[in-house]
């Protein structure tokens, strides 16, 4: 998988359009929200690991209890198939499951795994010691193209076909093991020499030996491990049909194997020489029986002298291996001197990490109490905020509503869905898209200034006709480098209007004492016109029958 994939993985942060089919519950439960979006608690991230992983190359997590790699295995050759679920049988728990691809089975390798849902392929790991190889792999192991089956041709090589009748019927016996001994191939006819024992079937070849053979073959393939070349044993008596036969052994390893492998040919004894004609039967009959009885005693002094080779060759292994068992013994014992130094200054390292988590321990719970006098006063804060009258909204540096409360939402008749998230501008259909407006916020944060009582008239296509008083600042926060805005709107429209309608009734109220107030007279004449004693105020169009109004 990509690393930026398992990257994210590893955040485990989520946008709210992803978490939409989350109940709410469970997004209290198991997430917390932060910065507009919902991230896995840390408590669940604990437990997961997220990490790019080479199954043919890395070494495996141990003690798994469940295995998925679907589709994988039918891009791998057979020999990577293998090692791979050698891999995962060591990997898993004793009864762990390995889930596998629709068209991928483990048939090659039975004796690791067992079928337990043969539909949805998934398969138990069977009882066994699990073994790791660390070899790297070459690319052109793995598999370029998927191979199609070709129709069978007639071949016109008739050499090669004679060269495999040849050797299918005139070379020796034997098998192929690899490095634990185990039979991977037959070649020829190995009955007479080995044989299923009763019980639980095995392809070991020490195991299918017939008897005898099992020690002369274990000292053979030791020492062309040893040696890395072909070692023949001769004249190795042996059981066949009732009577006693010689045969010789030969094994040589395989050149060129991604694992060592090696080849075990069982070559029998040469088939006794005719009696010459000139002798009598008699002479021949003592003759044979001398020669016999020579070839016997013969025979028995090289396989003595061969015998005292190998009790040879074993007696210097041993005194090495006990050579170096001794140097380990020592070096175990300067071992053992460094880990009691060792325990001395752990014990004092933990006396230190004891009295160490002690001031921890006062520590969290001083945070913890901190913890929970800060998610007092943040409760107290949202609640305060919740309860309050005026619409308020917060806004990060590209003026996205973080948050807002609930006056917001019931004054402008919006919701939190529509509304967090979004840019203040496109909010309802962008009835928040007002130049004077873009003008204020985008000086609040790079000129560090402040908006106080800023009046704004605005018509909203809901709830008409507006009149706000805006304040803003930016939100001080040590913690993080992130910038916001607090802006609070305050609706003064009832006061506005209420405020025109009195400054009317005031005109009205001086226009009616001007009326009433004695007029001075231009003209020479008496002394001026007594007020007047009443008035009438009749609106535009109203008749009053029975009077006549004078300048």
Known sequence: MSEPAIARARTGIYAKNEVEGVSPKRLQE???????????????????????????????????????????????????QKKVFATFHYALNPGGFLLLGKSESVSHVQGLFAVA?????????????????????????????????????????????????????????????????????????????????????????????????????????????????????????????????????????????????????????????????????????????????????????????????????????????????????????????????????????????????????????????????????????EAIIDTMRGPLLVLDTSLRIRTANAAFYKTFRVNELETEGILLYELGNAQWDIAKLRRMLGKVLPEKSAITDFEMTHTFPEIGERVMLLNAREIPNETSAEKLILLAIEDITAATKAHQVERQAQERVQFIADSLSPMPCRRKCGPPMPAARSLILIKPGLTTPGFRLRP
């Open 117 to 381: 849902d043969k539909t949805d392929k998934l398969f138990t790991r069977k009882d066994g010691p699990g073994r790791f190889t660390s070899e790297s792999t070459q690319r052109s192991e793995l598999l370029t193209n998927r191979a199609t089956p070709t129709t069978e041709t007639l071949s016109t090589d008739f050499q090669k076909i004679a060269d495999e009748l040849i050797l299918s019927h005139y070379t020796p016996a034997g098998v192929l093991v690899n490095e634990a001994m185990d039979i991977v191939h037959f070649r020829g006819i190995t009955a007479p020499y080995l044989e299923q024992v009763s019980g639980k079937p095995t392809h070991n070849l020490l195991q299918m030996a017939k008897h005898g053979l099992a020690f002369e073959l274990r000292n053979l393939l030791h020492k062309v491990k040893k040696e890395q070349a072909t070692v023949i044993k001769e004249d190795i008596p042996l059981q066949v049909n009732g009577s006693l036969q010689t045969i010789s052994i030969e094994a040589l390893p395989l050149p060129g194997t991604v694992e060592p492998h090696y080849l075990v040919l069982f070559h029998p004894a040469p088939l006794p020489t005719t009696t010459p004609s000139g002798i009598a039967p008699q002479e021949s009959k003592t003759g044979t029986k001398k020669d016999d009885k020579d070839l016997r005693i013969h025979q028995l002094d090289r396989e003595l002298a061969q015998t005292r080779e190998d009790m040879r060759s074993i007696t210097q292994d041993q005194e090495a291996v006990n050579e170096e068992l001794q140097s380990a013994n020592e070096e175990l014992l300067s071992g053992s001197e460094e880990l009691q130094s060792l325990n001395e200054e752990l014990e004092t390292g933990k006396e230190e990490l004891q009295s160490t988590n002690e001031e921890l321990t006062v520590v969290n719970q001083e945070i913890n109490g901190l913890n929970e006098q800060v998610t007092a006063a943040r409760n107290y804060a």
């Open 30 to 80: 198991f997430f917390t929200k932060t910065n507009g979006s919902y991230q896995v608690n840390k408590s669940i991230r604990d437990t997961c690991v997220f990490a790019v992983h080479n199954f043919l190359k890395d070494p495996p997590f141990g003690k798994l209890d469940f295995i998925s790699c679907r589709n994988v295995l039918i891009y791998l050759e057979p020999y990577l």
